[in-house]
């Protein structure tokens, strides 16, 4: 899977946060400052060519929707980040959030049950 560039993301995070949508209904999803029409309409070409979106006509125009879904990007991209990182440690990631990020003992405590509970 590839990496998606800052405004590829953004955009990717609107699609799946709608499901489906039009170029239109994506740009006031976007952060400021938001992108002009044909921008946009360009990133969106460029997803469907990296396989990350697909469209259905409607009319004359195209409603889009995504391929991937955010589950399986975050997974990717996760790994991506632990194995260039953290020499694909999620022990040296988590210490790197306790120590960096001053996660605190109820952060903590979450997490092991959230281990916990995948084990079960």
Not at 35 to 49: F, M
Not at 90 to 117: G, H, T
Request: with cysteine.
């Amino acid at each position: 899977m590839v990496k998606l560039a800052k405004r590829e993301e953004q955009i990717m995070q609107a699609f799946w946060d709608l499901k489906k949508a039009f170029i239109r209904d994506v740009i006031p999803q976007l952060p400021e400052p938001r992108p002009h029409y044909n921008s946009v309409a360009t990133i969106v070409k460029i997803l469907e060519e990296k396989g990350f979106l697909s469209h259905e006509s409607v009319g004359n125009i195209y409603c889009y929707y995504p391929l991937i879904s955010r589950e399986d990007y975050q997974k990717h991209s996760m790994k991506d980040i632990v194995s260039q990182y953290f020499d694909n440690s999620y022990p040296r990631m988590l210490a790197f959030f306790a120590k960096e990020e001053n996660l605190s003992e109820d952060d903590l405590k979450e997490i092991l049950k959230i281990i916990k509970d995948k084990k079960s």
